[in-house]
Structure formats: structure tokens, C-alpha cells
């Protein structure tokens, strides 16, 4: 949450740092700001609101300089307004600072230094921290440098952050440092990069520095990048190559991020197939796992951790692995399951699902699960993100990148690589026979030109969305593997469009959610054909009894749900181990249009972030 960019070079530096602040309004978008200096004044620009206010509002402003730094706030401390928004100053404006994450022990702080005589502004954590910095420096009388001072801070700061300081008196640093946060550093040609995450540097630059927690950079055009632990250890920097493209960060004609990503899937998913299975050979590997799958095999219980629609994801893989590789599962909360003192011996594997690799829960849990001697699996979307580091081995989901805040192609990326791994440990396991192998294999493979059909139901999808944009309530019900595609139907639903929404295990359903049914209510209920579908049609037997009005995803050729559903949207037939893949789509499209008739923001939902680095 917060998104930072930060510029040293030659170029405009603001342009450079609004662009980049667009890319990562996903992580926030409550106020934005910019500190710029401009070789005689550090000029800060800060407001409530959007990026494209603060473009507003700067219109007529000095954006001169090719220095800068620039803040999108996710509001933690404070309300948003125009005084919390990043960057803060120090008390004597000599420094400017912007921060990501959150400084727990800021009141103890603020407190000793307001006995000291600092006055202060916002109400935010952020705030503390650059006066803590200026104290140290000035109190040093120039003996120290700012980023010994900045280092010497940082130690007395408890909690996460990503930070950036410039400096008035030095129009040629920037000092950087990261700890539970995100921060990449790009390095250009006599020009540096910093920001939350790639994105905005793509288009400059494919060499990068990821700082790992506890590190401080010092980025200067005349002595380079230096960078230090806090605790004073010298560092070599290690530069990765980005392999990112540009246009995957654009929507390409479509009108949202998120339709362009549900449009996506068919070649995401191709994506996170792609050398991994082949079913002319009856293979499937997964090369990042490759070290580890003795373990995997042996393991006594697979925890899946995770947050959100990946925790979506990981309770469709709960039945996957049950099924094809009989080993107990159980899926976790991130949040509840690092507070629980939860038993995890040697022979658990943890799997951490997260498209962002940045989910601050999620990252807590794995750390506990490692001291405690879990092997830990990892399974993101984001390169080099910081799960993906903390992890032993794992699989990354290459569907590319995705900005949307709801997710889409994440979660079914997700669950084709869970399906992978179930099949791969499922096949060295021997509980899965070479037939049903070899049949899912197929199937698999056969799932991206399935889905190029699936989205063929758009109009019909937009038809259903008039129908019940205006409905206050929604229940999604399934059973089986296709609970969780309940779950994620309502979540999407009740992200992106504020209806309330709630996804329910269709037998559940007599057990509380009947009660709220009428004519008013409308009822979403995968009814594909595989074991549980006779109980399915009984459960919507049970809603139409009640006047609810039935909207119901079915196999390609079913007659008697199309017969008693208000509305029906067909899918092709698969394995049922494998309808997530298809059954979630017409959900996301539905979600969509729902939201966008009913004018809210699609890809920026409110409150919401994508990337959330607070716990
Ligand atoms: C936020 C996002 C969700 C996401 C969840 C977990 O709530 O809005 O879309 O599912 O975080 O994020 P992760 O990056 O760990 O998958």
C-alpha cells in the first residue's frame, strides 16, 4: 500500500515521477504528492485525491528540476486530506520525505520529540520519522552525513517501511531504505530510479536492484549507488534484468485495466503452462519446485497461506491436492494463522500464494513458518517480489503483470499452477493413475481455447448485468471444487460494484442464507455437470421455491437448469477438477458490467489496494 517513485538524472524529473505515480495508483489512491528540486528550492506538492488532481493542482506550479521524489497514499495515520499526503517536511524544510508501510512506534517518538520542541503538522506516522531524521542530523552539527543520519533513525524505528529523503542542501542525493516494504532501484544511463515496484522505470531502464529488508541506498549521479545494512554492513549491489514489456502495462483499447485482464486469460494461463506440460509427452514439470519435490511428496500436510482472492485460489487447490495427491491440506488465513501460535513441525510444507509477493500478512506467516522449519513453497505473480525471495523454491505464475485492483488473470493463474503442482507430486506420488494423468493433461492444455468461448458470453453476461445492477444483496453458491468460485464471485462482485455479496457452500445454504431469499434476491450457482450436480439443481429447486431468482453457470448442453434458471451462461465441458478455470470467468465479466452501469471506479475501488504491505 502507498506507492513511491523517485528520480535522479537528466530528465524532467516530474514527468518521470507522475507517470510512474499512475502506474502505482493500485497501491493507493487517497492523496498524492511530489517533492521536487529544482537546483535552488525543494518545491512540495501535495493534495487529496487522485493523481490526476495533483496534476490539476500543480498546473501552474515550478516543476522544474531533475530531482524528485513523489508519494500515492493508502491512508493508515490520518484522514485523507491535503496535510497527511506525502511527502512530509522536516520542522527547519530541509528535508522531505516519503514512506510507505507504517511506523508503530511513532507516538513514543512523537511524544519525546514534541517534549523537544518539534512541532508538528499531520497526523501522520510518516512525519515523526523525518523530524527524528533532522534531529539527528542537526544535533551531529554536520559531522554526520544524511544517510548516516537516515541510517541512525532507522534504528530507533519499529515497524515497516519503504522510504525515500531528499535533500535541500544537496540537489544530487536520494537516500533510500526498505524494510517489510518494497523498493526497487532502477539504474540508468547517469540517471537512477527508485519506485514500489518496476513499473514505472520499465520504459528507462531493465537494470535493477531489489533492496532487501533491513538496507539503506545511497543514489548520487557523482558517486553511484552505494548501499549499506542499518546496522553499517557494506553491500554489493546485485542487478537484476527486468523482463517486463511496456505494453502489458497499457490497456490496449480496452476501456478498464480489468476487462483487459479478463480478456487476458486465455494467454495467461497458456503463460503459466507454457514449458511446463506437455501432454504428447505426458509431462508436466515445474523446474522452480524441482529440488524440492521429495518434500513436497513426503509431506505429512500442505498449509496454504494466503490473502484474498489468493486465498481463493489456495482452497481450490486444497481439493486438487487431496484429490490427485492425497495429502492433507489445510488453507490459512495470512493473518489469522501468523496470530494463532499454529503447530508446524519439519515435514509441513507452507505454500505462500500471492500475486503481489508483497502481502504483509502473508510475508509475517512464511517468516513464522520458516523459523518453525516448514518448507516453504511459493507461488506469485511478481518477479523478484519479496515472498518470492523468502521462499525456498517455488513457481512463479507469469501472468503478467496485472493493475486492475480486483484480481482476475492472477487467480486463475494461480490455479493453474496449483493444478500443475497437484498433478506433478500427485504423478511422482502414484496416487494419481497414468490414465487420469494423462487425461487431465489434456484437458488442461485444452482449457485456454475453452475459456476464447467462455468469453464469448459477454453480451449475454451484459444482459444479466442490467437485469440486477440495482439488486442490494447477491448469493453465490457451489459445491465442491466450485465453493471457492463462489467465494470469488461474490468478492469481485462486492469489490467493484458495492453490492453486498456473499458466497456460500450451496448445501449451506438451508442453514441461515435461505432466510434472506425473495424475489428481490438474486442467486449465482455453478450447476456444471459433474458429481454434485443433482444436488445442485435440488438446491435450486429450493431457491425458485422461494421466489429467488436463479442465475446459473451450466455445461454446454445441460436441459434441466436452463429449464428452471431465470438465466443461464454456458460453459464447455471439462473435467470437474478443472471448471474453476472456466467457471470464474463469467463471474468477473458479470462483476464488471455490474460495476461500470452502476458508474463506479473498476479498476480503483474505493478504499481498496492491490498491493497491501500493512498488516
Ligand atoms: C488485496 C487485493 C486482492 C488480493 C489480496 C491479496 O486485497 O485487492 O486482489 O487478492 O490483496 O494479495 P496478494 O498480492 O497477496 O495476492
Known amino acids: 500500500m502507498c506507492g513511491i517513485v523517485a528520480y535522479i538524472g537528466k ?43 495533483l496534476e490539476t493542482f500543480i498546473d501552474d506550479k515550478d516543476i522544474s528540476g531533475s530531482i524528485g521524489i513523489g508519494h500515492t497514499r493508502w491512508a493508515t495515520h490520518g484522514p485523507p486530506n491535503d496535510i497527511n499526503s506525502h511527502p512530509h517536511q522536516s520542522g527547519n524544510k530541509d528535508f522531505a520525505l516519503v514512506h510507505n508501510g507504517i511506523i508503530e512506534n511513532y507516538a513514543v517518538l512523537k511524544e519525546e520529540l514534541t517534549q523537544r520542541g518539534h512541532q508538528f503538522l499531520s497526523d501522520t506516522d510518516t512525519e515523526v520519522l523525518i523530524h527524528l531524521i533532522e534531529e539527528i542530523y542537526t544535533n551531529s552539527k554536520k559531522s554526520l552525513t544524511l544517510f548516516e543520519a537516515v541510517r541512525i533513525a532507522l534504528n530507533e524505528v519499529i515497524g515497516a517501511y519503504a522510504i525515500v529523503v531528499i535533500n535541500k542542501n544537496n540537489p544530487n542525493e536520494l537516500i533510500a531504505a526498505r524494510k517489510s516494504s518494497p523498493l526497487v532501484v532502477g539504474i540508468g544511463e547517469g540517471e537512477f530510479f527508485l519506485a514500489s515496484d518496476a513499473t514505472p522505470m520499465v520504459e ?29 554492513q557494506e553491500k ?7 523482463e517486463m514489456h511496456l505494453e502489458t502495462l497499457e490497456k490496449g483499447g480496452f476501456d478498464h485495466f480489468m476487462l483487459k485482464e479478463i480478456y487476458e486469460q486465455p494467454q495467461s494461463i497458456h503463460d503459466s503452462m507454457r514449458g511446463r506440460l506437455r501432454s504428447s509427452k505426458s509431462m508436466v514439470s515445474l523446474g522452480g519446485i524441482k529440488d524440492y519435490e521429495e518434500k513436497i511428496v513426503q509431506a505429512k500436510r500442505l498449509i496454504f497461506v494466503a490473502c484474498g482472492t489468493s486465498w481463493h485460489a489456495g482452497l481450490v487447490g486444497e481439493y486438487l491436492f487431496e484429490d490427485l495427491a492425497r ?38 506467516a512464511i ?21 518470492s525471495r523468502l ?9 503478467g503483470p496485472e493493475i486492475g485492483v480486483a484480481s482476475t ?25 497414468n490414465q487420469r494423468f494423462n487425461r487431465l493433461l489434456v484437458e488442461l492444455e485444452s482449457i485456454p481455447e475453452k475459456l476464447e468461448s467462455v468469453l464469448t458470453l459477454d453480451s449475454v453476461i451484459k444482459k444479466i448485468a442490467s437485469t440486477y445492477k440495482d439488486s442490494s444483496n447477491a448469493l453465490y453458491l457451489g459445491r465442491g ?27 449451506e445454504m438451508k442453514h441461515g442464507p435461505i432466510a434472506l431469499i425473495d424475489e428481490e434476491m438474486p442467486v449465482f450457482v455453478i450447476a456444471t455437470q459433474d458429481t454434485s450436480y443433482e444436488k445442485v439443481v435440488s438446491n435450486i429447486q429450493e431457491v425458485k421455491a422461494r421466489k429467488g431468482k436463479v442465475i446459473a453457470i451450466i455445461t454446454k448442453g445441460d436441459k434441466d437448469v436452463k429449464e428452471i434458471a431465470d438465466h443461464y451462461m454456458e460453459i464447455p465441458l471439462t473435467d470437474s477438477l478443472l471448471v474453476p478455470l472456466l467457471a470464474t470467468v463469467p463471474f468477473q465479466l458479470l462483476s464488471y458490467h455490474v460495476a461500470v452501469m452502476r458508474e463506479c471506479n473498476v479498476d480503483q475501488p474505493r478504499n481498496l489496494a492491490k498491493s497491501v504491505t500493512v498488516e
Open 11 to 53: 530528465q524532467t524529473a516530474y514527468d518521470i515521477i507522475i507517470k510512474g505515480l499512475k502506474r502505482l495508483e493500485y497501491r493507493g489512491y487517497d492523496s498524492a504528492g511530489v517533492a521536487l528540486h529544482n537546483s535552488k528550492s525543494l518545491n512540495v506538492y501535495k493534495k487529496k485525491g487522485k493523481v490526476a488532481d
Open 204 to 232: 528507462f531502464t531493465k537494470n535493477v536492484v531489489y533492496l532487501e529488508d533491513g538496507e539503506i541506498a545511497h543514489l548520487s549521479l557523482e558517486t553511484g549507488l552505494k548501499i549499506k545494512t542499518v546496522a553499517n
Open 236 to 242: 554489493t549491489p546485485y542487478i537484476h534484468e527486468l
Open 327 to 364: 495429502i492433507p491440506v489445510e488453507v490459512e488465513y495470512a493473518s489469522e494463522f501468523r496470530y494463532r501460535n499454529p503447530i508446524i513441525n519439519e515435514d509441513d510444507v507452507v505454500i505462500a500464494i500471492s500475486q503481489s509477493g508483497e502481502t504483509a500478512d502473508t510475508l509475517a
Open 367 to 387: 517468516k513464522m513458518a520458516k523459523e518453525k522449519g516448514a518448507t516453504i513453497v511459493g507461488i506469485c505473480n511478481v518477479v523478484g517480489s519479496s515472498i
Open 391 to 399: 521462499t525456498d523454491c517455488g513457481s512463479y505464475t507469469h501472468a
Open 409 to 433: 488473470k492472477a487467480f486463475t493463474a494461480q490455479v493453474t499452477v496449483l493444478t500443475l503442482m497437484a498433478l506433478m507430486i500427485g504423478k511422482k506420488k502414484g496416487t494419481i493413475t
Open 481 to 507: 471444487i466450485n465453493f471457492p468460485v463462489a467465494l470469488e464471485g461474490a468478492l469481485k462482485l462486492k469489490e467493484i460494484s458495492y453490492i453486498h455479496a456473499e458466497g456460500y457452500p450451496a448445501a
